[in-house]
């Protein structure tokens, strides 16, 4: 197994302080999803109308993806195909070298980070600047994002000040975000002023007008779009929607699920280039046909990367980011990296506790905790998981075909449990325990009490 989930959870969890922090905030966040969600009041029928949307258009993506292309043309908008990441930083790079580009501004896309387009662009000597401010803070420090929404999650505004200090050269000791923002803004602003290129994601691609839309809450994207004479949008296939009303459905739940805001700070509709400018769309495929062919696993395909599932999950919120394999971190990453590799991310679909608050809050209603269990099965059928787990599962599963060793094996744990509980701290359960009391053992099995109960009953009645 290339990476094993509970060991970088563990380094995460061992300084307690911070886990219980990054815990707090994470809940805050959901908090406020909740509060915000409760505003709605037809939110379920919402939900469902997102559902049933995402579902047509998956069942007919390469219509609407042809119908979005020939409008967006008709527009003036050059459309490029991209089969995988290669490709798309190809293509990006070619954009960026005929016209000269030597720096690009960049808004939040986690297609251009599962694409790695900034170290390939770097190497090729284009400057790379982020401009999300959660993203340029993890850009500033080396890092990658620990959350799809706040990529600086994982990060004090102690530590910031101390990197700003470091990189920008900002007064030592700040810790107040109003000025680390402050600062931030004057840097960003001279990036913005000096690049000849922006790139942004893509929230939603209408096939019916061929425009694009865009949401930020910091106005990055469409600085970085307005300044330079070059725009480029990065989209993965599962980004089209059909028609300009449905829109709406999505808009209202994503800032919801995201942060709780009734609505997004920002939300730029592209459907030309500018006069004298150039609006290019990448569309890129890199896996996503593969999802699309797997009826069980299709829904993964309808996410719109609100980051709400992150922020209620229990495992998320006490692991942090960087615990997961995969660059998009949580539920939604747990079930994603898998298909994209499930001997690199077999750990993945254990990193859940199955309790389905992630499937709750979805407001795409993405059924997340079953596709995990499905993982899961996957990958004990390809033998992907611990082989001390498969032994333990085949006792279980043993035992478990024969009702008088289970009832047997059920009686001699308990008695052992009984005059020797110190003894369960050595065994499998050792490390589930290092945290939790161990609970009094029962006097008879659930099975014993069903029996007594259940003749007692007989009796009365006869
Ligand atoms: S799976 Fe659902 S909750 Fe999670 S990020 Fe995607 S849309 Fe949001």
């Not at 000096?194 to 930020?216: K, R, S, Y």
């Not at 997961?324 to 990453?333: C, R």
């Not at 990193?351 to 596709?371: E, I, R």
Request: a positive charge; charged letters at 25%; hydrophobic letters at 40%.
């Amino acid at each position: 197994m290339i990476h094993f989930h509970p060991g970088k959870a563990e380094a995460f969890a061992a300084d307690e302080a911070r886990a219980h922090w990054h815990d707090t905030a994470l809940w805050f966040v959901r908090v406020k999803r909740d509060r915000g969600a409760a505003t709605v009041p037809e939110w379920e029928q919402l939900r469902a109308a997102a559902e049933g949307i995402k579902a047509h258009t998956l069942s007919r993506l390469a219509d609407y993806l042809e119908e979005f292309e020939r409008n967006a043309r008709a527009n003036g908008i050059q459309v490029h195909w991209a089969r995988d990441g290669e490709e798309h930083n190809r293509i990006v790079h070619g954009i960026l070298e005929r016209h000269g580009v030597t720096r690009m501004v960049k808004s939040k896309s986690m297609l251009t980070e599962e694409c790695h387009l900034n170290p390939y662009l770097e190497a090729r000597g284009i400057e790379v600047v982020d401009t999300d401010l959660g993203e340029r803070i993890v850009q500033l420090a080396g890092e990658a994002p620990s959350h799809i929404v706040m990529p600086a999650i994982h990060r004090k505004k102690e530590e910031i000040g101390d990197l700003f200090h470091e990189k920008l050269g900002t007064p030592r000791g700040l810790a107040d975000p109003t000025i680390l923002t402050a600062a931030a803004r004057k840097h960003l602003r001279e990036k913005f002023l000096g690049a000849q290129a922006g790139l942004t994601g893509v929230n939603f691609a209408i096939a019916e007008t061929g425009g694009i839309v865009v949401v930020t809450n910091e106005g990055n994207a469409d600085m970085g779009t307005t300044l330079p004479p070059v725009h480029v949008a990065s989209m993965g296939v599962e980004k089209v929607i059909p028609r300009a009303r449905d829109l709406g459905v999505f808009l209202r739940l994503l800032a919801r699920s995201a942060t709780g805001q009734p609505v997004s700070t920002y939300t730029t509709h592209f459907h030309s280039a500018r006069p004298g400018a150039e609006l290019h769309v990448v569309i890129v495929d890199n896996g996503r046909s593969e999802i699309l062919a797997r009826e069980a696993h299709r829904k993964a395909l309808a996410c719109i990367r609100c980051g709400a599932c992150l922020n209620t999950c229990p495992v998320y919120r006490r692991s942090g980011g960087y615990s997961y394999s995969y660059l998009i971190p949580g539920p939604i990453g747990s079930v994603l990296g898998p298909h994209r590799d499930l001997a690199g991310h077999a750990s993945l679909p254990f990193a859940s506790s199955l309790c389905g608050s992630c499937t709750d809050v979805c407001p795409v209603k993405v059924d997340l905790h079953h596709q995990l269990l499905a993982l899961r099965q996957e990958a004990g059928e390809e033998k992907l998981i611990p082989l001390g787990k498969r032994m333990g599962m085949k006792a279980a599963a043993f035992a478990m075909a024969r009702p008088r060793l289970f009832r047997t094996g059920g009686r001699f744990a308990r008695f052992v449990l009984r005059v020797a509980p110190g003894l369960a701290r050595f065994g499998p359960a050792a490390v589930w325990l290092r945290q939790r009391e161990l609970p009094e053992p029962p006097g008879e099995s659930f099975a014993d009490l069903y029996d007594r109960e259940t003749a007692g009953k007989q009796e009365e009645r006869s």
